[in-house]
């Protein structure tokens, strides 16, 4: 029998009045004659259906979304209705991603091998997936590429460069990379850096128990093979020491290319050029080791040539100024001895660059001073290189010594060793290599303690694109191999 309105079921208040299935009871059955009906109860819990008469007819199905929305709110509608329901004269169906498109899309989501398992299980519940889908694959992702390290001695470090490039399907050209080495407060890391900035990083070696010592970088650049390859090599002035075998501390001879005096305060911006340094030798000239790699291979950071003139201005301003106070009142997370001596980051100095209001508060010699900075900073320690950079630097030299600023081993260099500095200063800076460490830091939490192989072959399989297709909605930043 057909009803206008079916039975209508809500939930019980208590089983003793307001309860169906406690006040109905399923045995009495029609099983004769004198056998007992069933009595439908009609409460308010479960409400009786109505038969259909001439003012109630049968309802009928709806045939299409605009009808059946006349009877239904939206929401009810995009659970009940099938998507060719809903859309009857669209050409689009039902994609099912494969194992390659799935794998990109764990990629773009940054997540982990727990959460792409997950995820993949509940597609496949769902079936979104194509049959060749396996909900394993995520587990043993990294074994494509952890094959190409070894762990040896506290260090996990690449045993075939070029067998690790032909995988990952580019050139192995040495011309093409330049060698970063630096260590973070965790571990000491070795990583590859394209010289045009448009490939991720490839690391090589990383280690939690070496120290950032010449030993150290010795063992590692020889593990590494470099005598084969022979990258240039860029990292900040600690590690330049240990490349050419200078050794560390308020050294007479600093500098690794000449002869200059850096306790010579009163020369120091008269004189301008010193005798180069002709051999290496130990025992001569504060040359403590053998040295590891040639000069010519080695490029200067220019980030932290850049935090070297910060540090030197803010040094040399009068503590007692308001231009002083103000930089403490500019940043107030940032520790008094911190602003005392000058050491601020990347991200602060460019805040303080946009600021209008603290050249205010400067004299006429610093003011002179701190413009000659901004002009070296941006027309030559970055992307773009004016014409006049030559010039640039003289004049910040210039407004350095009149400032009283002391000449530090980075003033040094802007100042006798122009003829060094590569075309482009952003492409060759350390900053993609600064922002490795951020990277590596994200899988260093995930396998707690346990930095082998299998971490730095994950690492790269999460910059590999395996799919060609282009979305409506862009990925996360980055770039891919």
Request: with cysteine.
């Amino acid at each position: 029998m057909h009803f206008a309105i079916p039975r209508i079921w809500r939930e019980p208040t208590d089983h003793v009045t307001n309860c169906y299935f406690c006040m109905v009871d399923p045995t009495k059955r029609r099983s004769g004659k004198n056998a007992e009906r069933i009595v439908y109860v009609d409460i308010p819990s479960s409400i009786a259906p109505v038969p259909h008469c001439s003012e109630l007819i049968v309802p009928s199905p709806p045939m299409n979304k605009h009808s059946y929305m006349s009877n239904k709110s939206e929401s009810d509608d995009l659970e009940d209705l099938s998507y060719d329901t809903i859309y009857p004269d669209t050409d689009k169906k039902c994609h099912f991603p494969k194992q390659s498109e799935l794998n990109d899309l764990i990629r773009d989501l940054s997540l982990t091998k727990y959460g792409a398992e997950l995820l993949t299980s509940r597609l496949r519940e769902w079936n979104l997936l194509s049959e060749c889908v396996q909900i394993t694959f995520q587990r043993k992702r990294h074994t494509l590429f952890s094959n190409f390290y070894t762990s040896m001695g506290g260090l996990c470090f690449c045993n075939d460069v070029t067998g690790l490039f032909a995988e990952i399907g580019i050139s192995c050209n040495p011309s093409e990379w330049r060698l970063f080495i630096d260590s973070s407060s965790r571990s000491l890391k070795a990583v590859l850096l394209n010289n045009t900035n448009n490939l991720p990083s490839i690391p090589l070696a990383h280690s939690v128990s070496l120290k950032e010592d010449y030993l150290s970088i010795n063992t590692l650049l020889t593990a590494l093979k470099y005598e084969e390859y022979g990258w240039e090599v860029i990292g900040d002035f600690k590690m330049i020491a240990f490349l050419v075998g200078l050794q560390g501390g308020f050294i007479k001879y600093q500098c690794y290319l000449c002869l200059w005096d850096s306790r010579n305060t009163k020369e120091h911006y008269k004189r301008q050029k010193c005798q180069m340094r002709q051999t290496n030798t130990v025992g001569l000239h504060n040359v403590k080791w053998k040295q590891i790699i040639e000069p010519h291979k080695i490029l200067l950071p220019p980030l932290h040539i850049k935090l070297g003139l910060m540090k030197q201005f803010v040094k040399a301003l009068d503590q007692k100024s308001e231009a002083f106070k103000y930089l403490g009142n500019f940043f107030p997370k940032l520790s008094e001895a911190k602003i005392k001596g000058g050491v601020f980051i990347g991200p602060q100095i460019r805040k303080m660059m946009q600021d209008n209001d603290f050249p205010k508060l400067l004299t006429r010699t610093e003011k002179s001073a701190w413009f000659s900075f901004l002009s070296v900073v941006k027309g030559f320690l970055g992307n773009n290189r004016e014409e006049n950079y030559v010039r640039l630097v003289k004049n910040l030299v210039r407004d350095y010594g009149k400032m009283g600023c002391r000449m530090s081993l980075k003033v040094h260099i802007l100042d006798a060793h122009l003829d060094i500095f590569k075309e482009n200063m952003g492409n060759y800076s350390e900053e993609q290599g600064e922002r490795f460490h951020q990277d590596m830091c994200v899988f260093e939490n995930r396998y707690q303690g346990h930095y082998n192989e299998n971490m730095m072959g994950e690492y790269i399989w999460n910059h590999v694109r395996e799919s060609d297709h282009k979305y409506q909605r862009n990925t996360r930043k980055g770039n891919h191999f």
